[in-house]
T-cell receptor, first 117, second 112 residues
Framework: GAVVSQHPSRVICKSGTSVKIECRSL??????MFWYRQFPKKSLMLMAT?????????EQGVEKDKFLINHASLTLSTLTVTSAHPEDSSFYIC?????????????FGPGTRLTVL | GENVEQHPSTLSVQEGDSAVIKCTYS??????FPWYKQELGKRPQLIID?????GEKKDQRIAVTLNKTAKHFSLHITETQPEDSAVYFC???????????FGKGTRLSVIA
């Protein structure tokens, strides 16, 4: 199957700082990647769709100025949580689909656990 | 957009018994229905999926059934084992090639 990596796996930061999370497709090119957020004991909630070479599409209620997404290459999308606050503490997971996949099968990264103190 | 409902939210079964988790979806155009297993602190792992052109798919102890008319699909786990304990999510795509919409999850506990 396709491999998606994320870095870092875990990050702890102080309130008010910014944190960048990287999502890479290791063995395929991904024109589209997706960013999800998962709070404890909750489901995965789509935050935004990251499009290579163009602006990301954000879901309703997700602040695009707070969660900056950059998809500068076909194998890398980054999510930057700006001016992080404790309520941003969550598990952030990206996913992508290889071009050869006909249906919507998605491959998830290992996730990044963000803790904002 | 797609709306996915999942039941039950928690399920406890004795080891060896079967477990069934059900999901309904709203978009009749949806054509792909995966099930994911997520262990604590880890990424969701695809365990089985079904396309809209079949009604049932089986992989060893795991099976998925799909009823397109009623717009629901179910996960069946037979001969459950303690290592099956996890949170299971169903999902369905929004229209077109857009990301998955997940159900709220079912926490399965298999009691030895």
């Amino acid at each position: 199957g396709a491999v998606v990596s994320q870095h870092p796996s875990r990050v702890i930061c102080k309130s008010g700082t910014s944190v960048k999370i990287e999502c890479r497709s290791l063995d395929f090119q991904a024109t589209t990647m997706f960013w999800y957020r998962q709070f404890p004991k909750k489901s995965l909630m789509l935050m935004a769709t990251s499009n290579e070479g163009s602006k990301a599409t954000y879901e309703q209620g997700v602040e695009k100025d707070k969660f900056l997404i950059n998809h500068a290459s076909l194998t890398l999308s980054t999510l930057t949580v700006t001016s992080a606050h404790p309520e941003d503490s969550s598990f952030y997971i990206c996913s992508a689909s290889p071009p050869r996949i006909q249906y919507n099968e998605q491959f998830f990264g290992p996730g990044t656990r963000l803790t904002v103190l | 957009g797609e709306n996915v409902e999942q039941h039950p939210s928690t399920l406890s079964v004795q080891e060896g018994d079967s477990a069934v988790i059900k999901c309904t979806y709203s978009d009749s155009a949806s054509n792909y229905f995966p099930w994911y297993k997520q262990e604590l602190g880890k990424r969701p792992q695809l365990i089985i999926d079904i396309r809209s052109n079949v009604g049932e798919k089986k992989d060893q102890r795991i099976a998925v059934t799909l009823n397109k008319t009623a717009k629901h699909f179910s996960l069946h786990i037979t001969e459950t084992q303690p290592e099956d304990s996890a949170v299971y999510f169903c999902a369905a795509p929004n229209s077109g090639n857009t990301p998955l919409v997940f159900g709220k999850g079912t926490r399965l506990s298999v009691i030895a």
